[in-house]
């Protein structure tokens, strides 16, 4: 079984044995519990309605179903454990695929969560735009790969870890809804005058900044104007400055974003207003800055 650590505080995570440890419902609970956490832009809620294919006339259950915040998007999920049989998830992401879903289902989930949801856009989504499929498993199952590609179906894999304190540590990867994240990693790279490459691709088009837009962005005190250009599937942002707007001799920066936040100026004449005005932090929303790394 595969191990985390955490080196700042030097303590081993070890993945909890997903085939003895625990049964499906334990891991659907986990999940549930923190589907909320891990896709912010979504409202989690049991969805175990009968669902009916009207290809074949049979009905399956799903586990969970998640609704965007927005109203412009919803997933129907099963969770699963690895040592289920292949044929038996196909089966019942064919009849979540090909399901006329109705008032009653979108009843169902409003009647989970009556505060969160507003029952008439609710309503709309669930009639009129077919769900998103995804299943979550506790393991790699590379033979399910195709088959679910074939129904539209994403695959996200969820493990558990544990130290020996009984902390939780949870791996995500695979397929799922985009997690917004507040940093990506980049380089300075020397083929271009002041290029930064982007390793996150989708990390600027999550914020609204796609191929030819620019950008304000601080680093050490100053902000200079970037601009983003895409070469294929890479991404780059690229300033045109007389002098360099990042410190040359390093390589790794990170492209951080702070919907609200505070930062300490660093250039001395700041300093030195910060000391007269008593004023050691400024204020900034919706910004961005590089730190090196």
């Given at each position: 079984m595969s191990k985390i650590?955490?080196?700042?505080?030097?303590?081993?995570?070890?993945?909890?044995?997903?085939?003895?440890?625990?049964?499906?419902?334990?891991?659907?609970?986990?999940?549930?519990?923190?589907?909320?956490l891990i896709f912010p832009e979504y409202i989690a809620v049991i969805f175990k309605d009968d669902l009916l294919n009207r290809n074949t006339g049979k009905s399956n259950r799903a586990d969970l179903c998640m609704i965007k915040n927005d109203y412009s998007e919803w997933y129907v999920i099963e969770v699963e454990l690895g040592i289920h049989t292949k044929s038996e998830v196909v089966k019942q992401i064919d009849t979540f695929r090909n399901c006329n879903y109705t008032v009653a289902n979108a009843n169902y989930i409003y009647k989970k969560n009556t505060s969160a949801f507003i029952q008439s856009r609710l309503t709309t989504l669930v009639t009129t735009i077919p769900p998103e499929l995804m299943v979550i498993v506790n393991e790699v199952k590379k033979d399910w790969k195709s088959d679910l590609t074939n129904l539209n179906c994403k695959?996200?894999?969820?493990?558990?870890?544990?130290?020996?304190?009984?902390?939780?540590?949870?791996?995500?990867?695979?397929?799922?809804?985009?997690?917004?994240?507040?940093?990506?990693?980049?380089t300075f790279e020397k083929q271009l005058p002041y290029a930064i490459k982007i390793l996150g691709q989708d990390?600027?088009?999550?914020?609204?900044?796609?191929?030819?837009m620019k950008v304000n962005i601080e680093f050490n005190g100053v902000r200079h104007i970037w601009k983003r250009e895409d070469d294929g599937n890479e991404v780059f942002l690229i300033c045109n400055s007389p002098i360099s707007p990042l410190d040359s001799l390093a390589f790794r920066y990170r492209l951080n974003f702070y919907k609200t936040g505070w930062i300490k100026p660093v250039n001395l004449f700041q300093n030195i207003y910060n000391k007269?005005?008593?004023?050691?932090?400024?204020?900034?929303?919706?910004?961005?800055?590089?730190?090196?790394?």
């Open positions: 650590i955490d080196s700042k505080a030097n303590n081993w995570f070890q993945e909890v044995a997903p085939r003895a440890y625990y049964s499906e419902n334990d891991l659907e609970r986990v999940i549930m519990h923190n589907l909320r695959m996200c894999v969820f493990q558990i870890y544990n130290d020996f304190g009984g902390n939780r540590m949870f791996r995500l990867n695979g397929e799922h809804p985009f997690i917004y994240t507040n940093f990506c990693n980049c990390f600027l088009a999550s914020y609204g900044i796609t191929h030819g007269i005005f008593d004023k050691q932090q400024v204020l900034i929303n919706n910004s961005f800055s590089f730190t090196k790394e």
